[in-house]
């Protein structure tokens, strides 16, 4: 069964710098797995971030970037903001017609 | 701008059938394609399956026996169906738009279903 990884925690401490992954227990990710980023707060819909690893989403600050770093998608914040604080999810396509999402990243701002 | 208005009966009991409707305002459903996530209550996020606006569906393999997803252009809406529910299909439900390569660019504002005797 694919399982696509993503850091259960990670922190930044405010301006900082915080790059979250997204990868595959089988496999290596790239640009043809459309790689997307969703970012979550307590009691909202997701909302879009970067769709196809690198397209920033409309209204979507550009401390936000993705890109592939080795064999893993990554979304990087760039001047980390209190309000970054967020969960974060990626999901990748495995072919087939069929997505899988990460189990998600909880992000602190400290 | 669109905006995706979603609905259904929100208790359910074991056995019996979910069903949600997604009205698409401020856009066709021509050129997407549809898809439905579903998020248990603490959990992440689940891809339950797509529809292409040419009626292709793709459902996850786990679901895929129970599940349909469907649309009805004439009324610009999407429709899913999950039958034989339990108490693991408790979620808040979300109808999404997407693309060719792009899962979600607009989200619904969800529905939580739940599933108890």
């Known amino acids: 069964q694919t399982v696509v990884t993503q850091e259960p925690s990670l922190s930044v401490s405010p301006g900082g710098t915080v790059t979250l992954t997204c990868g595959l227990n089988?496999?290596?990710?790239?640009?043809?797995?459309?790689p997307s980023w969703y970012q979550q707060t307590p009691g909202q819909s997701p909302r879009t971030l970067i769709s196809?690893?690198?397209f920033r989403s409309s209204g979507v600050p550009d401390r936000f970037s993705g890109s592939i770093l080795g064999n893993k998608a990554a979304l990087t914040i760039t001047g980390a903001q209190a309000d970054d604080e967020s969960d974060y999810y990626c999901?990748?396509?495995?072919?087939?017609?069929?997505?899988?999402f990460g189990g998600g990243t909880k992000l602190t701002v400290l | 701008q669109v905006h995706l208005q979603q609905w259904g009966a929100g208790l359910l009991k074991p056995s019996e059938t979910l069903s949600l409707t997604c009205a698409v305002n401020?856009?066709?459903?021509?050129?997407?394609?549809w898809s439905w996530i579903r998020q248990p209550p603490g959990k992440g996020l689940e891809w339950v399956g797509e529809?292409?606006?040419?009626?292709?569906?793709n459902y996850n393999p786990s679901l895929k026996s129970r599940v349909i997803i469907s649309l009805d252009m004439p009324k610009n809406q999407v429709s899913l169906t999950l039958s034989s529910v339990t108490a693991a299909d408790t979620a808040v439900y979300y109808c999404?738009?997407?693309?060719?390569?792009?899962?979600?660019?607009?989200w619904g504002q969800g529905t939580l279903v739940t599933v108890s005797s």
């Open positions: 196809r690893t690198n």
């Open positions: 999404v738009r997407g693309y060719s390569q792009v899962l979600i660019d607009y």
């Open positions: 529809i292409k606006y040419y009626g292709e569906p």
């Open positions: 089988s496999g290596s990710v790239s640009t043809t797995s459309h």
């Open positions: 999901v990748l396509y495995l072919g087939g017609g069929l997505w899988v």
């Open positions: 401020g856009g066709s459903l021509s050129s997407y394609y």
